[in-house]
């Protein structure tokens, strides 16, 4: 270590002990209305927005495989829809609920606790999960079946998109160096510009009047 280094002291961290990324296509998704059934009168739908409200997750040691964790992942959207009586109609906005689901297998380092099957298991890592907006592929009105299992209900069918990023992690010590604390020698200030100041610093958005041809569009590789 530097000379200038006074000592190593233990923090307490979580540590990434696997991690994986995808992109799901989530199709036939069904959208279940808060109105109840699709209203008669509808007969095109196009989606506003979706945004995914709330993700549910189960983390499990994989029996056979020592040291990996099966995470199921449970994924609640909130679904605007513009609906529509005829296409040149005014549309009316509905809302509704779906849910997908998915597993992913990561490694999470030995278990260290109980894994007797007649006992709880004790000394899980812990997962997380971050996403970005969902996209709309795909809004159609079709027909499931009721909860009696005989009627048909309309209602909205749609497959959607989504970029994930799933991480596995433990909360472990680990020694850094600590450095004597220097004062900031940035003065504090609180005047700011006026907002055309501000705008005057903004680059011309030049594209924006100018759209480039489908062939400068950077292919996906």
């Given at each position: 270590?530097?000379?200038?280094?006074?000592?190593?002291?233990?923090?307490?961290?979580?540590?990434?002990?696997?991690?994986?990324?995808?992109?799901?296509?989530?199709?036939?998704?069904?959208?279940?209305?808060d109105g109840g059934e699709l209203p008669a009168n509808v007969t095109m739908v196009k989606s506003r927005c979706v945004r995914v409200s709330d993700i549910?997750?189960?983390?499990?040691?994989?029996?056979?495989?020592?040291?990996?964790?099966?995470?199921?992942?449970?994924?609640?959207?909130?679904?605007?829809?513009?609906?529509?009586?005829?296409?040149?109609?005014?549309?009316?906005?509905?809302?509704?609920?779906?849910?997908?689901?998915?597993?992913?297998?990561?490694?999470?380092?030995?278990?260290?606790?109980?894994?007797?099957?007649?006992?709880?298991?004790?000394?899980?890592?812990?997962?997380?999960?971050?996403?970005?907006?969902?996209?709309?592929?795909?809004?159609?009105?079709?027909?499931?079946?009721?909860?009696?299992?005989?009627?048909?209900?309309?209602?909205?069918?749609?497959?959607?998109?989504?970029?994930?990023?799933?991480?596995?992690?433990?909360?472990?010590?680990?020694?850094?160096?600590?450095?004597?604390?220097?004062?900031?020698?940035?003065?504090?200030?609180?005047?700011?510009?006026?907002?055309?100041?501000?705008?005057?610093?903004?680059?011309?958005?030049?594209?924006?009047?100018?759209?480039?041809?489908?062939?400068?569009?950077?292919?996906?590789?």
């Open positions: 270590l530097p000379e200038h280094c006074a000592d190593t002291v233990p923090i307490k961290v979580n540590r990434v002990f696997d991690s994986c990324s995808d992109r799901d296509c989530f199709s036939n998704i069904q959208i279940l209305m549910c997750m189960n983390i499990e040691p994989v029996p056979f495989n020592r040291g990996f964790y099966s995470i199921d992942l449970t994924y609640t959207f909130r679904v605007e829809l513009m609906a529509y009586e005829r296409a040149c109609s005014s549309p009316v906005l509905l809302t509704g609920t779906a849910y997908a689901s998915k597993n992913v297998i990561l490694y999470g380092g030995e278990q260290l606790g109980d894994t007797n099957a007649c006992c709880e298991t004790i000394n899980l890592p812990t997962a997380a999960v971050q996403v970005v907006a969902p996209i709309a592929l795909e809004a159609r009105i079709g027909s499931v079946c009721a909860a009696d299992g005989t009627t048909p209900v309309r209602t909205v069918i749609m497959t959607l998109g989504l970029f994930s990023v799933v991480e596995i992690f433990r909360p472990v010590t680990i020694l850094v160096p600590t450095y004597e604390y220097t004062i900031p020698t940035k003065e504090c200030h609180t005047d700011t510009e006026s907002p055309c100041a501000v705008f005057d610093k903004i680059r011309f958005p030049a594209e924006e009047f100018s759209p480039g041809t489908l062939d400068a569009i950077p292919k996906e590789k």
